[in-house]
């Protein structure tokens, strides 16, 4: 058996080499151990997203935790990361289960837990579980999942976050205003809430197909060029929203079909909430988002700390401190009001009701922001390499000797995790390895879009060639 780690999010793996119904049994005799340990009467709720043999899988887990006498609340049909973390919160269960791979290729699936304060379980907790995860496959039988009243619930959390969503929008603004929008589920979890929330509103990739069309599911440009395609095409949207597969991150188009970055929309949210909402707290950023966040911060006078990738880094600090967004650059962001739980929906809506109540366009919202921070431009990389260059790679970005990247000179490097090289003209590059894929990345920031491509295909040779 192979071991079991969970990665930035959760634990991943390909159906069929790894992730298979065996190993789905051990990782969750871990979890049941675990809750066991801490809890007299342990409960979770399960669920899947649209990813092949969902149901299969959580089954599969379900299984285990009746046969360890742990109450099972399981979904109704297929349902997004953050309706589980939700209804952990409103069922207050000992931990909460979502079947999903998140952003991965369609041919992954995954495992992420949650706690009952509605966000990823700690980097600690996980750490007591990975121990408590057997080697040998437990023998437990299959059960039917039906409500039986006692130790099986069958639960509505698509029409939980439903209720949450309506209770916390101006709905009508959006739905009257003049602005037409349009959303992209990616063939994901969240195309059930938008359909039933905008009806008529143009919708795309809003059907199960677990292939995804050969595509990860993840909402960024290179992902999402029909959807881009479609927004010019029409003329007439204002914003496009996209979602990845189990609805947890963002992607953002402007009524001209350019793409809209997470380090944008994080910008837009602090800017909504502190000046226009009158929120306040402290900002949680992870280390790949840009500088310009603690500009906008400094603007305002508000606290920013910025920590590890992994949203699981940041969802502790919403426990303990004042919290007005915590954000990362994969488009995973949580803010003040909601559940500390990244919500790709939730992101989206916040943006659309600002553009809906202010009249003011996105193109014109993010101007707002560029008079304080200043205007830049940012993309991404990801390199699809051997074991061996990966390690290469990382071994000479660990040795501190790199003194020139895309044609310019190094003025500082930063390594909160992985490296962060920063140049006298303002320009940004980050070198890491993916917790989830084997994928380097690397990512850039420029003032404009000329030099910044310029700079990172010049980039991406050298780190090519370390």
């Known amino acids: 058996m192979t071991a079991i780690k969970f990665g930035t999010d959760g634990w991943r793996a390909i159906i069929a080499k790894d992730f298979t119904t065996d190993n789905v049994k051990r990782i969750s005799m871990g979890v049941a151990l675990y809750l066991k340990q801490k809890e007299t009467e342990p409960s979770v709720v399960i669920g899947h997203d649209c990813r092949f043999a969902g149901e299969l899988f959580m089954q599969t887990a379900a299984s285990v935790f009746l046969a360890q006498g742990i109450k099972v609340h399981f979904a109704k049909g297929f349902v997004s990361t953050p309706m589980i973390s939700l209804a952990a919160h409103e069922l207050q269960v000992s931990m909460g289960v979502i079947i999903t791979a998140s952003h991965n290729p369609p041919s992954y699936n995954g495992y992420k837990l949650k706690g009952n304060y509605g966000g990823p379980v700690l980097p600690f907790e996980l750490e007591l579980i990975e121990a408590l995860i057997p080697d040998a496959v437990p023998q437990v039988a299959d059960i039917e999942l039906k409500d039986n009243g006692t130790t099986l619930f069958r639960q509505d959390l698509e029409a939980m976050y439903l209720k949450r969503v309506e209770d916390s929008f101006d709905l009508d603004a959006i739905r009257n205003s003049s602005m037409k929008f349009a959303y992209d589920a990616?063939?994901?979890?969240?195309?059930?809430?938008?359909?039933?929330?905008?009806?008529?509103?143009?919708?795309?990739?809003?059907?199960?197909?677990?292939?995804?069309?050969?595509?990860?599911?993840?909402?960024?440009?290179?992902?999402?060029?029909?959807?881009?395609?479609?927004?010019?095409?029409?003329?007439?949207?204002?914003?496009?929203?996209?979602?990845?597969?189990?609805?947890?991150?963002?992607?953002?188009?402007?009524?001209?079909?350019?793409?809209?970055?997470?380090?944008?929309?994080?910008?837009?949210?602090?800017?909504?909430?502190?000046?226009?909402?009158?929120y306040r707290g402290k900002v949680i950023t992870a280390f790949s988002v840009t500088d310009k966040v603690k500009t906008l911060c400094a603007h305002y006078g508000l606290e920013q700390q910025t920590v590890k990738i992994g949203f699981k880094y940041i969802a502790g600090f919403f426990l303990e401190e004042d919290i007005l967004l915590g954000g990362e650059e994969s488009g995973g962001i949580a803010v003040k009001g909601h559940i500390p739980e990244r919500d790709g929906?939730?992101?989206?809506?916040?943006?659309?009701?600002?553009?809906?109540?202010?009249?003011?366009?996105?193109?014109?919202?993010?101007?707002?922001?560029?008079?304080?921070?200043?205007?830049?431009?940012?993309?991404?990389?990801?390199?699809?390499?051997?074991?061996?260059?990966?390690?290469?790679?990382?071994?000479?970005?660990?040795?501190?000797?790199?003194?020139?990247?895309?044609?310019?000179?190094?003025?500082?490097?930063?390594?909160?995790?992985?490296?962060?090289?920063?140049?006298?003209?303002?320009?940004?590059?980050?070198?890491?390895a993916s917790g989830t894929e084997p994928v380097v990345r690397v990512y850039a920031e420029a003032a404009d879009k000329t030099e910044l491509e310029t700079f990172l295909q010049q980039s991406v040779k050298d780190v090519l060639a370390l």
């Not at 010019?232 to 597969?245: E, P, Q, V």
């Not at 366009?361 to 051997?386: N, P, W």
């Open 186 to 278: 990616m063939y994901g979890a969240g195309q059930g809430v938008m359909k039933k929330l905008f009806p008529g509103m143009d919708l795309l990739h809003c059907d199960q197909n677990p292939g995804f069309e050969g595509t990860a599911p993840e909402p960024i440009l290179k992902n999402l060029k029909p959807f881009q395609e479609f927004i010019r095409s029409k003329g007439n949207i204002a914003s496009g929203l996209a979602t990845d597969g189990d609805a947890d991150r963002i992607g953002l188009f402007d009524s001209k079909g350019n793409f809209v970055d997470s380090h944008h929309i994080i910008l837009l949210l602090i800017h909504y909430l502190y000046k226009y909402k009158g």
């Open 345 to 432: 929906i939730w992101m989206g809506l916040i943006i659309w009701e600002f553009m809906a109540k202010s009249g003011k366009t996105l193109e014109e919202l993010i101007e707002e922001v560029y008079a304080i921070t200043g205007s830049f431009q940012y993309d991404r990389a990801d390199l699809h390499l051997t074991e061996e260059q990966k390690q290469r790679i990382l071994k000479t970005c660990a040795g501190g000797n790199i003194q020139h990247f895309g044609g310019k000179d190094v003025a500082r490097t930063e390594t909160i995790d992985g490296y962060k090289y920063h140049f006298n003209g303002g320009e940004w590059l980050m070198i890491r």
